[in-house]
Nanobody, 126 residues
Framework: VQLQASGGGSVETGGSLRLSCAAS????????TAWFRQAPGKEREAVSCIRPNSGTTYCTASVRGRFTISRDNAKNTVYLQMINLKPEDTAVYYCAASRRRLIVSSLDVATNYDYWGQGTQVTVSS
């Protein structure tokens, strides 16, 4: 199983980026998927999660209204659209997939995910 993340980069405050995570060897829509991020010296945190066969998203409290997760089942790819980026969004972003249909309260727990992408750096300058 591989998750290949891409789309990171450097932008100014207020800019936008779209991250992609293409899966192989595993069908994303068979389990739960999420984007996490980790800034230097900080814990890894979930920024957006999605359950299988559902368009409802979760884990978005810290980025509410600015980040949107979506999934293209035909391409077996999950996306994270980020708008109005702020310097505090600077981090390495990881996509993660679980084989299970996680309950809502456990979607933001990193240890519940079985597969991880390699991480992509997002840097937002002021």
């Amino acid at each position: 199983v591989q998750l290949q993340a891409s789309g990171g980069g450097s932008v100014e405050t207020g800019g936008s980026l779209r991250l992609s995570c293409a899966a192989s060897g595993f069908t994303l829509n068979s389990g739960s998927t999420a984007w996490f991020r980790q800034a230097p010296g900080k814990e890894r945190e979930a920024v957006s999660c999605i359950r299988p066969n559902s368009g409802t998203t979760y884990c978005t409290a810290s980025v509410r209204g600015r980040f949107t997760i979506s999934r293209d089942n035909a391409k077996n790819t999950v996306y994270l659209q980020m708008i109005n980026l702020k310097p505090e969004d600077t981090a390495v972003y990881y996509c993660a997939a679980s084989r299970r249909r996680l309950i809502v309260s456990s979607l933001d727990v990193a240890t519940n995910y079985d597969y991880w992408g390699q991480g992509t750096q997002v840097t937002v300058s002021s």
